[in-house]
């Protein structure tokens, strides 16, 4: 085991209240709910939202699940309440309340060529992180110590919030902002061939936070 020091401001990384900070996708969604029975919705029923998730998950493309869906009796004898695979994406992009935020389109000039650029914003993919809950255990909210010794002369640095960077930003955070909470953001790139863009090769920026 380990000793632990924790940062002496029990006011670091507090929660604030609950009224004042943004509903989750979760919250949202449960919100949306139409019928409190159908834990499905907006799938009509469990056999829908397995079909959907067979669609999705399992490599089918849209036109062998539309075709597969025109065939005769198919739709009717699963109730199924979409058609095609274009109908079931309507139903996931527009009334499926994921909290993942949406991507948007720019185009920018560079050397007088233009260039579509889709990007999500930074704000909103920091809070659809923060407020998943399948990360919630692993989160963590205030700089610690962390010794390997009783008398705390052998220190150690594994996790991010075990640095010294953490624990010092935090001091400087509390003159500002008393009880506030530091997220850390990484930021990564890294050449990706895309196959159904013509075997184009873009660059991806990938964005995570450093307190889970």
């Known amino acids: 085991g380990f000793v632990v020091e924790p940062y002496p401001d ?16 979760n919250v949202a969604y449960r919100a949306h709910l139409a019928d409190d ?9 469990k056999i829908e939202w397995e079909v959907a998730r067979w669609a999705k998950l399992h490599g089918a493309s849209s036109t062998a699940f539309s ?11 699963l ?10 994406d309507k139903i996931i992009d527009h009334e499926l309340l994921t909290g993942c935020p949406k ?21 909103e993919c920091i809070k659809s992180l923060y407020g998943d809950p399948d990360f919630a255990r692993y989160l963590t909210f205030t700089p610690e110590h962390h010794y390997a ?48 863009f013509h075997n184009k090769t873009p660059y991806p920026v990938y964005l995570t936070i450093g307190t889970l």
Request: charged share 20%; hydrophobic share 30%.
């Open 79 to 88: 109730g199924l309440s979409f058609k095609n695979a274009n109908e079931l």
């Open 103 to 123: 991507f948007k389109q720019e185009q920018i000039v560079v050397a007088g060529e233009s260039f579509d650029v889709y990007h999500h914003d930074i704000i």
């Open 149 to 196: 010794d009783e008398d705390q002369t052998i220190r150690l640095l594994h996790d991010m919030n075990t640095g010294k960077w953490w624990w010092n930003t935090q001091k400087k955070l509390n003159q500002q902002c008393p009880g506030g909470t530091i997220i850390p953001i990484s930021i990564s790139t890294d050449k990706t061939q895309v196959t159904l």
């Open 37 to 45: 029975e159908n834990i499905y919705y907006p799938f009509a029923s």
């Open 10 to 25: 029990p006011h670091a990384g507090q929660k604030i209240s609950h009224n004042s900070v943004d509903h989750t996708g």
């Open 67 to 77: 075709d597969l869906l025109s065939i005769d009796g198919v739709g009717e004898h």
